[in-house]
Each structure stands twice: as C-alpha cells, then as structure tokens.
C-alpha cells in the first residue's frame, strides 16, 4: 500500500458528462501529481499541485482542471467527457516540490473512468 | 527534449530464468533521476527504485538488479530466478524536476 487514496476506483459514465475524482496524498506530503494511463498515449503527465498551488500542467485538456485543498487532497474535474477520456487516472504524491535526489513519487491505485 | 525508450514490448520467460528489461534514455540536463514502476496486474504502479544521475552505482535488492550506464544512457533491470507473481508491466521513468516522462513500459509474463 503506498498511502495514497483514490476513489472512486471504477466510474462509468456517459458522453457529455462531468465527474469528479479524489486523491489523498500520503501524509507529510506537499506535492500532488496526476497522470493519465490510456492505450495510445501510455503514461502521461496532467497537472502537479504543490501545497496548495499548481506548479505545473502537462497534457492536460481545457475540459480538465484540478485543485489542491487546504488539507492537501486534491480534485481532478473532468467534463464534456468523450469517449476518448476513457482511461487510468493516477494520482501520486511526494513529499517535496520535485522528484530528487531523495523523493520520488508514490502512486495510488488509480480510477479507470470509462466513458460510454 | 526527454525521452524514455523501452523497446521491448512484450517478454515472456519460463519461472527461474533470469530476464533484463531494457531501458534508454534521452536527456541533456546534467542532473537527472531515473525510476523503474510496477504494474502488476491489479492495475497499482508499485515504486521499485530511483537513481540519481551522478551515481553510477549498481544496485541489488534481493532478485533485483539495476545496471546503470551514463555512457549508453541506459538503466537496465534484471530479475533473476523470476516467479510467476513478477508478471506485469514495468515502467522505466525519467525525470529532472517535478515531471516523470515514463516509457510505453515492458508486459512480462512469467510463465510456471
């Protein structure tokens, strides 16, 4: 078990729709990454939040937007969807700003969203 | 620009052999680490190991090893004895700040 939560784990949903997936990084750590896993994309980096303030965006669409809470769970909104969304969601966290010589990022267990 | 290759996509072994997953890198920072992830079955992406760019040490962990080569840009992984809960996909990772660019990954099956 890394520490780090998502939920849900599994999410259908039809074309057009907007949902919502949580993350809860392990404790003590600042940073919240995310990163979609699809089939012709593979693993791609979408948006990196730390302690509260995005740092970073990645591949990520205008329909996707992401925030980090006070209490340093973080939110990916994602809404028009398409049936191209369908994918792996990953949020990881670490406790630093960057990945370095001792951090590095713990992954949780995903949501597979798919779009129908 | 970084880059991340894995050129075998698929490697199937019997239980007990020793098996190396390729890993090629491409980076012009002069500080970088590498990662190698898990990606059993479940679905999860399990951290097995970061490098840092100025060590160029081998390292061993238990079945594990990983060989380092700056000259070739490489980071090579290596199960020995394999078993079949070793089936998965396994991601070699590169990153210099806060990003990780991951390559298309390895499937290894593990067959009794």
């Known amino acids: 078990d890394s520490g780090v939560t998502q939920t849900p784990k599994h999410l259908i949903t039809a074309t057009g729709q907007r949902v919502t997936l949580r993350c809860s990084p392990r404790s003590g750590d600042l940073s919240v990454y995310w990163y979609q896993q699809s089939l012709d994309q593979g693993l791609q980096f979408l948006i990196h939040y730390y302690n509260g303030e995005e740092r970073a965006k990645g591949n990520i669409l205008e329909r996707f937007s992401a925030q980090q809470f006070p209490d340093l769970h973080s939110e990916l909104n994602l809404s028009s969807l398409e049936l191209g969304d369908s994918a792996l969601y990953f949020c990881?966290?670490?406790?630093?700003w960057g990945l370095g010589v001792n951090t590095e990022a713990f992954f949780g267990q995903g949501t597979r969203l798919t779009v129908v | 620009a970084q880059k991340v290759t894995q050129a075998q996509t698929e490697i199937s072994v019997v239980e007990k052999e020793d098996v190396t997953l390729d890993c090629v890198y491409e980076?012009?920072?002069?500080?970088?680490?590498l990662f190698w992830y898990k990606q059993p079955p479940s679905g999860e992406l399990v951290f097995l190991i970061r490098?840092?760019?100025?060590?160029?040490q081998n390292e061993i962990s238990g079945r594990y090893s990983w060989n380092f080569q700056k000259s070739t840009s490489s980071f090579n992984f290596t199960i020995t004895a394999s078993q079949v809960v070793d089936s998965a996909v396994y991601f070699c990772?590169?990153?210099?700040?806060?990003?990780?660019?991951f390559g298309s990954g390895t499937r290894l099956l593990v067959r009794p």
């Open positions: 990772a590169l990153s210099s700040s806060y990003k990780l660019i």
């Open positions: 490098r840092n760019s100025f060590d160029e």
């Open positions: 980076t012009r920072d002069t500080t970088y680490y």
């Open positions: 990881a966290s670490s406790v630093a």
